[in-house]
């Protein structure tokens, strides 16, 4: 393979030939050329925080201290209303980070992350907040103040309240106090953003970058034609790679600098081996990492610059991942202005976005429940991290069985015997 590279504006003189055959295909580092070419903040999706009928809304804003961080263990322990951005900054002096982080994490409140249990864009690497959350607490519907606020890392003593109150949006509890277990804040992070001719390119590269950058993978997002065409257009932002069907962002994060290097370069250069793979950059340099997660962090934004947006957060099979978006747009058609597919890659979790210029109620009708047949259909999850709010609640019967949503009926019976809490908003009705 004959391939260049430059790092950091430097051509490294490392070349690659397999069979005598030259590959004419080149990467740029941090912009330099190479030839070829995510409550209580109120950000939530599903209408979770918004007030519909008779509901008080209660603001947590004021409830702002970071009250400790434990420099042995990395658990922070923050009240509700601390700003997901801002821990993480506190953070960044004790040498650990969030192990959550999303596009609103400039305005959206801790406290309503661990209610939605919200996802983000590096679950891939550090999980979901059901294993990072170690303790919290929360007011109950009778005013108790409920302390499950343990700073365990194993603590099997009965049944796990506060895991039944993380994701249970408000509807059991208002959570109030969270204890959180940080990753240590890694000292060398690169991204790469390729583009690429299909999806199944794109998933066989997710794939190898499981594979070959094992551990230091901390991020793995997809973003599709029309999605990248929106964030350009509408934003004004460039995107540093050749236009193609498809796009990965992969961001790996670890603690030997050269180590990681290494590693991604076998894994790029492997990549770049497939003819699917058609461009690619790569940035260390925070400005320029910043300006390429831009092109994905703002997808939200651009597409709300169209007119009225249909937003769907889906978990699926990867074989079904964008075959969905594929049947959303043949069976909508010219009704919609643009059906396009991005999102956690890594994790299963697709966000289907369809944009009209005024609300329809035809495409509403034409929308749902038919992309919930097709999601239940694959057995996948017609939420994955947006929660179910007050837009979806209905809709439960499609990703839970029966049986599982009584349960849940009889829980909020059982905690919220006057439906104060968070009411018309989660679970089905029973009262
Ligand atoms: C994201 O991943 C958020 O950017 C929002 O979860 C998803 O815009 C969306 O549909
Ligand atoms: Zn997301």
Redesign the pocket.
């Known amino acids: 393979m004959d391939k260049r590279w430059i790092r950091d504006g430097q051509v490294m003189d490392k070349r690659w030939t397999r069979d005598g055959q030259e590959m004419d295909k080149r990467w740029t580092r941090d912009g330099q050329e190479m030839d070829k070419r ?1 409550t209580s903040g109120n950000t939530g ?1 599903v209408g979770g925080s918004v007030p519909v009928f008779d509901e008080v809304v209660i603001s947590t804003s004021l409830m702002s201290n970071i009250e400790s961080v434990d420099e042995l263990s990395g658990v922070v322990v923050c009240q509700a209303g601390c700003v997901l951005e801002t821990i993480d900054q506190h953070l960044e002096q004790f040498g650990f980070m969030m192990p959550l982080d ?2 609103a994490k400039g305005s959206c409140h801790i406290g309503g992350n661990v209610a939605t249990n919200a996802g983000g864009l590096r679950l891939l690497r550090y999980g979901s907040l059901q294993g990072s959350v170690l303790g919290l607490e929360a007011v109950t519907a009778d005013g108790t103040v409920l302390d499950c606020m343990s700073s365990l890392r194993k603590d099997n003593t009965g049944y796990h309240i506060k895991n039944l109150l993380i994701g249970s949006e408000g509807t059991l509890g208002i959570i109030t106090k969270v204890a959180i277990l940080c990753p240590v804040r890694p000292q060398a992070i690169s991204l790469a953003l390729l583009s690429l001719d299909s999806f199944s390119t794109a998933l066989a590269t997710a794939c190898r970058a499981k594979s070959m950058l094992g551990e230091i993978l901390s991020s793995c997002e997809f973003i599709d034609a029309s999605s990248m065409e929106c964030v350009t257009k509408n934003l004004n932002l460039v995107c540093p790679v050749a236009a193609a069907n498809c796009y990965l962002l992969l961001e790996t994060s670890g603690s030997n600098g050269e180590h990681d290097q290494a590693k991604l370069e076998a894994f790029l250069e492997r990549s770049m081996e497939e003819s699917g793979v058609q461009d690619g950059t790569l940035a260390s340099e925070p400005s320029r990492m910043s300006k390429i997660w831009q092109l994905r ?1 703002r ?2 934004e651009a ?1 709300l610059l169209e007119g009225y947006v249909f ?1 769907q ?1 889906i978990s699926l099979p990867l074989t079904e991942y964008y075959a969905l978006v594929e049947k959303t747009r043949l069976h909508l058609g010219n009704k919609v202005s643009r059906c396009c597919g991005y ?2 890659l890594g994790d299963g979790n697709l ?1 289907l ?1 369809i944009t009209v210029p005024h609300y329809s109620h035809e495409v509403a009708r034409m929308l749902e429940p038919w992309l919930w047949e097709q999601v239940a259909a694959c057995r996948g999850s017609i939420s994955a ?2 929660g179910l709010g007050f837009k979806k609640r209905n809709d439960i019967h499609f990703s839970k069985a029966a049986s599982a949503v009584a349960l849940m009926q009889q829980i909020k019976k059982l905690m919220d015997p006057k439906a104060i809490l968070n009411p018309y908003k989660c679970i089905p009705d029973i009262y």
Do not use: F, I, R
Request: zero cysteines; a negative charge.
């Open positions: 995510w999706l999303l596009g962090e997808l939200a597409l937003k957060d999102g956690h966000h976005n991290e947006h």
